[in-house]
């Protein structure tokens, strides 16, 4: 399933990747640190959402409580949670 979600109050503006079961491939940032964002997203590629989670959950940026890294485990999250309810539904 793919996936796109805006992120808040980070450099980059929208994170899509696909997601199968709980197995995260192909995430691309839009915007931000290009190389950074790059490099997170090969390292991430076929990780499971808890994986993730642990990880990148928490990190941040200077003072703005989150960071691009963060926003990927949050939308990782949701995604997750929404294959799940389509699941149930």
Do not use: H, P
């Amino acid at each position: 399933m793919k996936f796109e979600y805006k992120t808040q109050n980070t450099c980059s503006q929208i994170i899509t990747f696909d997601i199968d079961g709980d197995v995260v491939t192909n995430v691309q940032f839009y915007g931000g640190c290009n190389g950074n964002l790059k490099a997170i997203s090969k390292l991430v590629d076929g990780m499971t959402v808890d994986e993730i989670q642990n990880k990148l959950g928490g990190v941040q940026c200077g003072r703005r409580g989150t960071s691009c890294s963060d926003q990927l485990a949050r939308a990782v999250l949701a995604a997750k949670a929404k294959a799940d309810e389509a699941k149930e539904g």
